[in-house]
């Protein structure tokens, strides 16, 4: 009978346990789905996208784009700030259920994880000092260094694609600092990205050498296995276009529309 009630005992226990996770998949224990919360990774310091502004608030583009995205979908948005990195591992560590953070769609990130419907498209921008009478194309970053995050699209690109050396940085604050400083001879980033920084910081010596005819769309980031969010979140991101709540969010930080 002490067997039977022991084995009882731990059965209940978890049970238990696994309704504890706030991941977006959970509700409380009565079984409340009001109660959901999505997990955000975004990097903080990604103006205009994601970053903290004057009264520490986090806010950008893709910070309201998922706020809209998660209240679209019944949840709570909940977000978890970090570098590039140290955001990408703890997605896959599972800490978080999604990233909205400019994420750029690449054949080899498609094998490992689901990609939203595209929120944004982006050209980029090849940026140098604006000392730097040398680089004029992409195709002059042979050999160069090039300041990115080391697991970024841009990092990737810059050393398959022209056969740049990478030099490693946190954030594109990072890199535009060792452009200023003649630490690397150039960096990759949205255009968007450039010109909002110029317009925060007017004297800062960099360039824009060239700029990709293509656009880059960026989407959100979702476990491959979850089919059901992916689904969801494509559903909401319908509807805020639809009704033109993302057009509405990017002129309010680009005075035009991104979304296309």
Request: hydrophobic fraction near 35%; charge should be negative; proline fraction near 2%.
């Amino acid at each position: 009978m002490k067997k039977l009630i022991t084995a009882a005992l731990l059965l209940t226990m978890l049970v238990l346990s696994g309704c504890s996770n706030n991941s977006a998949n959970s509700t409380d224990s009565s079984g409340n789905e009001d109660s959901k919360v999505l997990r955000i990774g975004t990097e903080g310091s990604y103006r205009p996208f994601s970053y903290r502004n004057d009264d520490d608030q986090l806010v950008g583009y893709d910070v309201e784009v998922a706020e809209a995205v998660a209240k679209q979908m019944g949840y709570t948005a909940e977000f978890h700030e970090a570098p590039w990195d140290s955001m990408l591992a703890a997605f896959d560590a599972g800490r978080t259920d999604v990233i909205f953070n400019q994420v750029s769609i690449t054949d080899e990130r498609k094998e490992k994880y689901h990609f939203s419907e595209p929120y944004s498209v982006a050209h980029i921008a090849l940026i140098v000092n604006e000392e730097n009478n040398t680089i004029k194309d992409f195709s002059d970053l042979s050999g160069k260094s090039v300041a990115q995050t080391i697991t970024s699209n841009f990092a990737r690109m810059a050393e398959e694609e022209y056969g740049a050396t990478i030099a490693s940085v946190e954030t594109f604050n990072n890199s535009f600092d060792l452009v200023m400083s003649e630490r690397a001879d150039a960096t990759l980033n949205d255009d968007v990205i450039f010109y909002d920084y110029m317009n925060q910081q007017p004297d800062t010596p960099l360039k824009i050498a060239a700029i990709s005819e293509e656009g880059l769309p960026a989407a959100a980031l979702l476990h491959k296995n979850d089919d059901d969010l992916l689904e969801q979140v494509n559903q909401a991101l319908k509807e805020l276009q639809a009704d033109g709540t993302l057009k509405e969010i990017s002129e309010k930080y680009f005075n035009r529309d991104i979304t296309n």
